[in-house]
T-cell receptor, first 112, second 114 residues
């Protein structure tokens, strides 16, 4: 059974810092890995999807990397802003490539 | 991606009652799922909503408690039946398009049972 873990559970940084969020998974036979953002009490916004054949994906100030062999992914946020404050979740699909297993999330607070 | 609309966005309900949550997508999708997010927790899959047939439930979730309908390729409902305070959660629908494994989510329904 796939298990997904995110470290740290919470992070508080001053504005402008570069930061790294970590995601690990136990079964390396994945189709892809997806990073989401969730604002309090809201739904999920897809940030980045990395296919199993890819090593990284970039979108603006966000960069996600994937190392299947070690069962790890990182989300790098450059020049953090207060608007980045949210919970960040990583998830991997099951063998059929549809239903997701989520990590516990990293709650990020960026202070002005 | 497409627009995924969930209704209601939030509700406060009395224990023992039922609430039906709607998920409407503005284009046809292959897969629709319902997730629950309990306070302070991550997301757990409730079931896969199958078009024209009974939903496929995950361990710990049963049809009597969480009946699901999916009459067509753009719409699904989740009912939370005979609610108790333990059902207070955010309920989210999720979809996949075509053969893609990328998941998209509705804005969620925040349910509080008193």
């Amino acid at each position: 059974k796939q298990e997904v873990t995110q470290i740290p559970a919470a992070l508080s940084v001053p504005e402008g810092e570069n930061l790294v969020l970590n995601c690990s998974f136990t079964d390396s036979a994945i189709y892809n890995l997806q990073w989401f953002r969730q604002d309090p009490g809201k739904g999920l916004t897809s940030l980045l999807l990395i296919q199993s054949s890819q090593r990284e994906q970039t979108s603006g100030r966000l960069n996600a990397s994937l190392d299947k062999s070690s069962g790890r992914s990182t989300l790098y946020i450059a020049a953090s802003q207060p608007g980045d404050s949210a919970t960040y979740l990583c998830a991997v699909p099951n063998n059929a490539g549809n239903m997701l297993t989520f990590g516990g999330g990293t709650r990020l607070m960026v202070k002005p | 991606s497409a627009v995924i609309s969930q209704k209601p966005s939030r509700d406060i309900c009395q224990r023992g009652t039922s609430l039906t949550i709607q998920c409407q997508v503005d284009s046809q999708v292959t897969m629709m799922f319902w997730y629950r997010q309990q306070p302070g927790q991550s997301l757990t899959l409730i079931a896969t909503a199958n078009q024209g047939s009974e939903a496929t439930y995950e361990s710990g979730f049963v049809i009597d408690k969480f009946p699901i309908s999916r009459p067509n390729l753009t719409f699904s409902t989740l009912t939370v039946s005979n609610m108790s305070p333990e059902d207070s959660s955010i309920y989210l629908c999720s979809v996949n398009f075509g053969g893609s494994t990328e998941a998209f989510f509705g804005q969620g329904t925040r349910l509080t049972v008193v």
